[in-house]
């Protein structure tokens, strides 16, 4: 089934801890992106990789890091999560010919403590 | 801020009814999509709209496009239970790859 996977779905954790949530799609998409959802404030674009190695800012970059050491995963790293990173994240991807067209994964609600 | 703005933001209908909501923004836009998005879960990709069309059919989903009035609408025919769901506009960016959503409307479909 093609899928875009994140893990883990839900995640408590304390401010300064480090953590990785994974994205995985099984489409080779070349396009992959990271929102946070924040009630009141709509879906926003953290990050973005149009293709292995290639990465940029989206429009709230502060505070998370990405990689795209393979065309499959993409994962989001936040190396001192804060509070005010609490959100719900969704991983998306999209195909290089039909870049606009974007597959969400399931999301993943972070707690900071 | 936010482009692309929906309303109302919250709707609530009997099963049957249909139900209609707009979206508004503010770029010129190549094309323009809903979502759903169920209670805190993923996003589901409804349809697509490209700036040449001006309405689009699928299914029970009825969308409109005026490129003029920069908006869009959404109309849910023979509602559900099952449609209960947040919904949301959104358009593309190339620059950036980016989707930019809208605040969405909740709609509430009581059996």
């Known amino acids: 089934e093609a899928q875009v996977t994140q893990n883990p779905r839900y995640l408590i954790t304390v401010t300064g801890k480090k953590l990785t949530v994974t994205c995985s799609q099984n489409m080779n998409h070349e396009y992959m992106s990271w929102y946070r959802q924040d009630p009141g404030l709509g879906l926003r674009q953290i990050y973005y990789s149009m293709n292995v190695e290639v990465t940029d800012k989206g429009d709230v970059p502060e505070g998370y890091k990405v990689s795209r050491k393979e065309k499959r995963n993409f994962p989001l790293i936040l190396e001192s999560p804060s509070p005010n990173q609490t959100s719900l994240y969704f991983c998306?991807?999209?195909?290089?010919?039909?870049?606009?067209?974007?597959?969400f994964g399931p999301g993943t609600r972070l707690t900071v403590l | 801020s936010q482009q692309g703005e929906e309303d109302p933001q919250a709707l609530s209908i009997q099963e049957g009814e249909n139900a209609t909501m707009n979206c508004s923004y503010k770029t010129s836009i190549n094309n323009l999509q809903w979502y759903r998005q169920n209670s805190g879960r993923g996003l589901v990709h409804l349809i697509l709209?490209?700036?040449?069309?001006r309405e689009k059919h699928s299914g029970r989903l009825r969308v409109t496009l005026d490129t003029s009035k920069k908006s869009s609408s959404l109309l849910i025919t023979a509602s559900r239970a099952a449609d209960t769901a947040s919904y949301f506009c959104a358009h593309y960016k190339a620059a950036g790859n980016k989707l930019t959503f809208g605040g969405g409307t909740r709609v509430l479909v009581k059996p």
């Open positions: 709209i490209r700036s040449n069309e």
């Open positions: 998306a991807s999209s195909p290089r010919d039909r870049r606009d067209e974007q597959f």
